[in-house]
């Protein structure tokens, strides 16, 4: 076995075994921990397909993730309203069943995804960076000044929403879904990655030109890389409205942004497993450092130069060996 | 018809003029030498005609089609495999997945690759960078094979390289020509290699093509004048 995949492994069992054993202990507390990095990890695994393998630095994931949230919190409150979304030209009504609601999540962070990364991937570098923060803040601005969907105080989902066949008020059984659906996720990206998609996107990161000179066109690949990276955070969003039972134009924020980004760079960029241990390492410094001192960020930035200047591989590179990903170096 | 001809072709880097007026035709089968001394345009013809560099004046044809409007991956689908000067393998990506990423359908598959040059096969998981100068080489055609093209270019294949890989380069471009059938576009220095292998030689000289023909017309006085051999 790889060093890598022992390390994920670990990382997995890990994850699984401390909601289980605080369910065990009858400790809530740790199990919604637990779920909201899972949750977190989930946001992280998709930018890490767009920045770890496409090499695309997007400062607008926030924006996916927070309307996958908002599709979440729309719904629901429709629903638990009884008032329809829309009734012309045709009705549409409020659910709270959590398939229908990851289906819309996913669906509308693609599309949303798609149009924006079609116009920010005909830049590169910098520019790029600045556009997709621009349009993850302009649905910030926009959510702020939606009152019908609690603009600036946001929105609550009085009941978490429904999976069939489970009691997701349980919050082992909520944990154990969102496990479930990181699981899955992360095999698509894995399987992704290897694929002649993901090498040629790899390859492109690499060497526009040479990949060019090979038949392939970057702008297409990078642009449906960065459509699965949003669904993927998309879903992600849905699951911590759900989470936290209240959505709020932070989700949208470059604040939002910028923390999706610090777990996938902590854990380790292009790293399968990374953005998992970047968000539990995340978490635990915040339980931790909270405690100790209102200005905790201050340790996770010496924490995030550190990694920068002397792990690029992020914890999953220390752990593994600077090669052992295979993609950015 | 040609499979690829070009016709009074210039080209500028800026408002450098590096082309002035270089025109040749490569039919099926046909392995044809470009040939010169350094600085004279090979390299920038290879990148016209692979649409990495546009041309401002003639015509680039491929098939009888205009090429002027292509931008390079789409001449690249359209047949022209490039194996690039200085190899430019991806070097963070596996031998496999160096050949894997630009894969194209046709008779060219991981496995006839790795039967091609079974050194590749022996270092298929192996990362890009970590392989010698030679192996590189070997990928570099191996990739552009890859893609199933109708036309192989090789820009300086051999530079570089140690006597025995040299040897081993020229025979495998021998075997494409024999066993294949494929067109063949090379840029070389060694002119007693390309007299060998290629069909028909064409010299550039200050980016003006200046001389085509056979190697058996290419008296002394030429190659002493364009080639300084």
């Not at chain 1, 991937?121 to 997709?132: A, E, K, P």
């Not at chain 1, 923060?133 to 009941?159: C, H, K, R």
């Amino acid at each position: 076995m790889r060093r890598e995949t022992l390390i994920n492994t670990i990382l997995t069992l890990g994850l699984l075994a401390v909601p289980l054993v605080a369910w065990a202990m009858d400790e809530t507390y740790a199990i919604t921990l637990a779920t909201e990095v899972v949750i977190l990890a989930l946001a992280g695994v998709g930018l890490n397909l767009a920045l770890g393998l496409g090499g695309l630095v997007s400062l607008g994931h926030a924006m996916f993730f927070g309307i996958g949230g908002y599709a979440a919190g729309i719904l629901a409150s429709h629903a638990q309203s009884y008032d329809p979304i829309m009734e012309w030209p045709f009705l549409i009504e409020g659910t709270q069943s959590m398939p229908v609601i990851w289906l819309l999540a996913i669906v509308a962070s693609a599309l949303v995804a798609l149009a924006t990364g079609a116009l920010s991937l005909r830049t590169s570098g910098v520019y790029f960076i600045m556009i997709t923060l621009a349009f993850g803040q302009m649905f910030y601005y926009f959510t702020i000044s939606w009152p019908a969907y609690g603009g600036e105080d946001g929105l609550s989902i009085y009941v978490r929403d429904r999976f069939p066949g489970l009691n997701t008020l349980d919050p082992i059984q909520f944990f154990g879904l969102c496990f479930v659906l990181l699981m899955v996720c992360l095999f698509i990206v894995a399987r992704l990655s290897r694929s002649g998609f993901g090498l040629a996107l790899n390859a492109a990161r690499q060497n526009e030109t040479r990949v060019r000179a090979v038949g392939i066109e970057p702008y297409r690949l990078r642009l449906m890389a960065f459509v699965i990276s949003g669904a993927i955070t998309g879903l992600a969003g849905a699951l911590y409205a759900d989470l936290n039972r209240f959505v709020s134009p932070v989700m949208f924020s470059w604040h939002t942004s910028g923390e999706i980004m610090v777990f996938v760079i902590l854990g380790g960029v292009a790293r399968l497993f990374g953005p998992v241990a970047g968000a539990a390492l995340f978490i635990i410094l915040e339980e931790a450092l909270d405690g100790v001192s209102d200005y905790w960020h201050i340790y996770l930035g010496a924490l995030l130069l550190i990694v920068v200047l002397f792990a690029r591989g992020g914890l999953i590179g220390l752990l593994a060996g600077r090669n052992g990903g295979g993609g950015h170096d | 018809m040609s499979l690829l001809r070009l016709e009074h072709v210039s080209a500028f880097y800026g408002p450098s003029q590096a082309l002035f007026d270089v025109s040749l035709r490569l039919d099926q089968g046909e392995v044809v030498a470009l040939m010169g001394r350094n600085g004279m345009g090979k390299t920038t013809t290879i990148k016209v005609i692979c649409r990495m560099l546009k041309h401002r004046g003639g015509a680039v044809m491929l098939d009888g089609q205009d090429m002027a409007r292509w931008p390079s991956y789409r001449a690249a689908r359209a047949g022209l495999g490039l194996v690039p000067e200085g190899r430019r393998c991806f070097p963070n990506l596996t031998v496999r997945e160096n050949l894997i990423a630009p894969a194209r359908p046709g008779p060219w598959t991981l496995r006839r690759v790795f039967e091609f040059f079974p050194r590749l096969g022996e270092r298929a998981g192996q990362m890009a960078v970590s392989l010698s100068g030679g192996e590189q080489q070997m990928l570099a055609i191996g990739r552009a094979l890859m893609t199933n093209p109708r036309i192989l270019i090789l820009d300086e294949a051999t530079e570089g390289l140690a006597p025995v890989i040299r040897k081993e380069i020229w025979a495998a471009i021998a075997e494409l020509k024999r066993d294949t059938g494929l067109a063949i576009l090379v840029v070389d220095k060694s002119l007693r290699e390309l007299s060998r292998v290629a069909d028909r030689g064409v010299i550039l000289e200050r980016g003006r093509s200046v001389w085509g023909g056979g190697f058996d017309r290419l008296d002394a006085d030429k190659r002493d004048r364009y080639l300084g051999v």
